[in-house]
Structure formats: C-alpha cells, structure tokens
C-alpha cells in the first residue's frame, strides 16, 4: 500500500527556515486578483509596498517554498502518483498578525490519517513561529483517490448544516485567464494548474486554478466586505473544497454574518452555481 498510515503519523516532524519580503506578498496579492482597479486606495493597501497589509492567506505561501500538499506527499510512509491527489481542505489559524517581511522556523508533520474507503486523506499541519513565537498554524487536508479500504479511522465529518436564510451579501469576482499562470509564480508549481496534457491525465479537460487561490480571493472578499478591510481581524479560515474553478470563470461568493463569524459559500456562475468551497468560516474578532 503506497500509504503507510502507522510509518506517517510516526515520522519526525521536518523543520526549516522560511523567509519573506513586500515582494512575496505582493506578488501573493496579485495572484488572488488584488489591484483593480489599480489606482483604488483600497486596493493599494495590498499592492503598494508604503501602504501594505498582509492579507492572512498569504500564510499558505509564506516562504515560497512546497504548499502543504506537495510536502505532504514527500514524507516518510506516502508514495503516491501526483495526478490522484486533490486539495480537500484547509484550515488556518492565525496567532499574530503577519508582518510584510519575515524569517521564521516552520515545523510540519502528518497530523492525521483518514481512511475513506476509496480514498485516504492525509492531514499535513505546519506551524510556524519567529523570535517572537506562534505566528500561524495551517492543517492541509490531501485527498488521495484510490488510497482508502485499510480499514483505518475514517475521521470527522467536515460538513456543516449549511447557513439559514438569504446571505447579507454577495459579491462576484471574475477569475482571469491567466490567474493560475500568476499565482502558481508564489510557490504551488504543480502541473495541474498550468500543463494541458497533466491535466487531462489527472481527469480534467483542461488546467484548474489552484484551490489556495480561490481561499485567498474569498478571504480577500470577506475582508474588503464585511471586515471594514481591517486584515488584523481574522483569527481563523476553514473550508473544504467542494469543486473546481477554471481560468476564465466567475465566482460568486456568499457571505452570512455571524457571531463573532462569517459563513461563506462560493459557486461557479458559468456552470449553473456549481459549488466550489463549502462549509466555509471566517472567525474574526
């Protein structure tokens, strides 16, 4: 079996220093769509080095480097074919604000192993901290087609009751052609965001945009909403990816303010509202 579950959970947790600057968030931020229009003051906050925010998202790129899918598949006790995996999940727990410019020590490790019968997910967490301690700790949940049927813990169930009544908002953003080309420049090389032929190979008729770019656009959109585009606010953002989104498409985002929280579901307008992130929360202060 290419997923030993025991040989995983067992393995030494794997550190290494990361570091970023106003260009990586900058580009991190382009990536989701910031800067349009160019000259609009709220949008400068997120493209112009002298006004910069870091939107929280940026975490799930910090440093360049593998997001916690691809280095999720490199430890010890998984050996699986690249084309079967898909991003499930993802939960971000922010611990301090994000500064601009960085250096910390990231420490990432399987967390869990589910068994879901024709599928095995893999919960790869990575915490990071700097000198001044916790920044933020990001839980990757790494879909495995065909990887399931050990007879191990199928885990939590990770849907919600969706949200009661109409949404107080919903905004809709427009997915470039390009976005992928752009964003996968932030770290997530992954071919299935950017070459035809892997992507056919893996099941899909042409290149899909990277699931961490749809959370950031969310976020992005939740923020500028329904945040007063305060960015220090967020505490955590959870969702499971529910769909694919292609270059070229709308996404149509809905927002039901809580307590202390915003549920969030966001569609695909070209195909009929099909659903793309799902059982979504944003807890902010």
Sequence with gaps: MPIDA???????????EITWDRKDVQLYHLG??????????????????SRLHVLPSFATVAGNGSPGVISGLSMPGVDVDLARVLHGGQRLEIHRALPAEGRATATGRIAAVYDKGKAAVLVMRTEVAD??????????QIFVRGE???GGDR???ARLEPPAGEPDRTV???????QALLYRLSGDYNPLHA?????KRAGFDRPILHGLCTYGITLKAVVDTLLDGDVTRVRSYT?????VVFPGETLRIRLWRGEGEVRVAVSAVERDDAPVLADTIVEHS
């Design 195 to 199: 070459d035809p032929e892997f992507a």
């Design 239 to 243: 969702t499971r990816f529910a769909g």
């Design 32 to 49: 989701i769509g910031a800067g349009t229009p160019a000259t609009d003051l709220d949008e400068l906050r997120y493209t112009l080095e």
């Design 131 to 140: 000198a001044d301690g916790p920044l933020w700790t990001n839980d990757a």
């Design 155 to 157: 885990g939590p169930s």
């Design 6 to 16: 025991a040989k995983a959970l067992a393995a030494e947790p794997r550190s290494g």
């Design 148 to 150: 399931g049927g050990w």
């Design 172 to 178: 809709e953003r427009a997915v470039r052609e390009d």
